[in-house]
């Protein structure tokens, strides 16, 4: 038999769970959903139905150099998925491990062609394009459906932190100065939406990212 102070008890942790309920969250996907959320601000919380696309945030124009010393333009992911991330070739700690696990991902998707990959270096006074060569040739990289980027270091940054959101702290009064320095995966939609944003060090999250993609390819 329950005596009356454990059945307090029972009581106080059974409200207690449901009060901390995290399914009732303004950030839960709704039940059924058969679409991926958009982030429009850098806290990301998702918005899942939205009456008019044009004012959510999109990624801004952009113009860098790739493994290959080809240009890289917004025009290049007109119309594309394409999941993005930030590193550099001399990071021997987590980026070999990102790039390994987008390696993944870019298998998953070698014969799509309208999946893209997107690697900017945040060191790109270091990072050239040989070096981007070299460091592409050690993964198993599609040239064409897989870029690693070098470029102008001030607009490298601003677009990890005002257009993708990058870092865990909003970055809009951070300058290139303060070293970029990220785990984030971000993937986008063929309108230039944020629709996902995951943790490149995790291989379990690129499962995850295939399941997202193979949606937006759906859409």
């Known amino acids: 038999m329950i005596g009356k102070n454990s059945l307090s008890l029972i009581i106080a942790f059974v409200v207690f769970a449901c009060g901390n309920d995290k399914t009732t969250s303004e950030n839960a996907a709704p039940l059924n ?28 124009n952009f ?32 980026c070999p491990k990102m790039t390994r696990n987008m390696e993944k991902v870019q298998n998953a998707f070698e014969t799509e062609e309208d999946v893209l990959f997107l690697s900017h270096s945040v060191a790109p006074q270091v990072d050239s394009v040989a070096k981007l060569k070299t460091y592409a040739n050690n993964f198993n990289v599609n040239d064409k459906q897989w870029h690693f980027l070098t470029g102008n270091k001030s607009e490298i ?12 702290e909003p970055g809009f009064n951070k300058d290139s100065t303060q070293f970029l320095h990220t785990e984030h995966f971000i993937l986008v939609d063929r309108n230039k939406h944020i629709r996902g944003i995951y943790n490149g060090t995790l291989e379990l999250e690129m499962d995850r990212i295939i399941e997202d993609v193979q949606m937006l390819l759906e859409e």
């Open 33 to 60: 959903v058969e679409s991926l959320p958009y982030y429009h601000t850098p806290d990301f919380n998702p918005i899942w139905e939205s009456d008019d696309l044009d004012t959510l945030h999109t990624i801004a």
């Open 63 to 94: 113009s860098f150099t790739n493994q290959n010393g080809q240009l890289v333009t917004d025009e290049t992911i007109q119309d594309k998925i394409y999941l993005s991330n930030f590193f550099f070739t001399n990071c021997g700690g987590i």
């Open 157 to 168: 940054y601003e677009m990890a932190r005002q257009s993708y959101f990058a870092e865990e």
